[in-house]
C-alpha cells in the first residue's frame, strides 16, 4: 500500500511563504510524474503542479510564477515552495501520482490569513 505524507503546513501572513513536504513510501518514485492538489473550503481538490520525470513542471494559472514544484527520487520527496502566498490559497495541500490513483494522505493545511 503506497502511503503518501505530506508536511509544512501551517498560518501565514499574505504576502509569505511556505515549504511543503511530501514523503512517500514506495520502492521508487522516479518513474512516476508527480503532482500537488489542493482543496480549499467548499472547493474540489484540483491539480496545481506537476513535474515529470526529468524534472520538468506545469502548473495552474493560479500559483504559476508563485509556486515551484521540485523532487529528489533519492529521498523519495516531492516539496512545492509557495511563494507570496494569497488569501485564496487557503487550502488543504495533497500529494499524488499523475491521475491521483494512489490512496490520499492526510494532506497539511495551509492557510494565509492576516
Known amino acids: 500500500q503506497v502511503l503518501l505524507v505530506e508536511s509544512g503546513g501551517g498560518l501565514v501572513q499574505p504576502g509569505g511563504s511556505l515549504n511543503l513536504s511530501c514523503w512517500v513510501n514506495?520502492?521508487?518514485?522516479?518513474?512516476?510524474?508527480m503532482g500537488w492538489y489542493r482543496q480549499g473550503p467548499g472547493e474540489q481538490r484540483e491539480l496545481i503542479a506537476l513535474?515529470?520525470?526529468?524534472?520538468?513542471?506545469s502548473y495552474a494559472r493560479s500559483v504559476k510564477d508563485r509556486f515551484t514544484i521540485s523532487r529528489s527520487n533519492a529521498e523519495k520527496t516531492i516539496t512545492l515552495q509557495m511563494n507570496n502566498l494569497k488569501p485564496e490559497d487557503t487550502a488543504v495541500y495533497y500529494c499524488?501520482?499523475?491521475?491521483?490513483?494512489?490512496?490520499w494522505g492526510q494532506g497539511t493545511q495551509v492557510t494565509v490569513s492576516s
Open positions: 514506495k520502492t521508487t518514485i522516479s518513474i512516476y510524474y
Open positions: 513535474i515529470n520525470t526529468s524534472g520538468g513542471a
Open positions: 499524488n501520482r499523475n491521475g491521483a490513483s494512489w490512496p
